[in-house]
């Protein structure tokens, strides 16, 4: 188990998880490697009963902001949780993973990554921001 990495909070007062980890990070900028999976795992108290979940990723960098696009199975977060499943109740404590594709074509920059988990009807269970780097893979 990796220690929790410093996160921060989402606009509009979205409610943020007690802890978040990133494997291979301690201290952000996290390394994001390109040709890689980045694996965060995420506890949070569901603030509702939520039928289902789906995950929302947004980056910016440059100065601009757009979605990170998962791939639909890993969108759909119901299938990510570690000691729960969906539907989930309020007050429940859950740990939900994600496995975020960074691709080869991704340019190498500095950039913040928000995590948003939401129900059906767009209400945040969770929220994070997490400041990282898209670098090259390590030459074995």
Request: aromatic residues 4%; glycine residues 6%.
């Amino acid at each position: 188990m990796s220690a929790g990495v410093a996160t921060r909070a989402c606009s509009g007062g979205r409610p943020i998880p007690m802890e978040v980890r990133v494997e291979g990070c301690t201290v952000p900028p996290c390394d994001l490697v390109r040709g890689s999976d980045a694996i965060m795992d995420m506890d949070f108290t569901a603030p509702f009963d939520a039928a289902n979940l789906r995950t929302e990723v947004v980056a910016t960098a440059l100065g601009v902001t757009a979605p990170f696009e998962l791939p639909a199975d890993r969108a759909a977060a119901c299938n990510w949780l570690q000691n729960a499943q969906c539907p989930i109740s309020a007050n429940e404590d859950v740990t939900y993973r994600l496995s975020m594709p960074v691709l080869l074509i991704y340019p190498r920059v500095s950039l913040t990554v928000e995590v948003n988990l939401v129900d059906d009807a767009g209400q945040s269970l969770a929220c994070f921001m997490l400041d990282a780097r898209v670098v090259s893979g390590r030459v074995a």
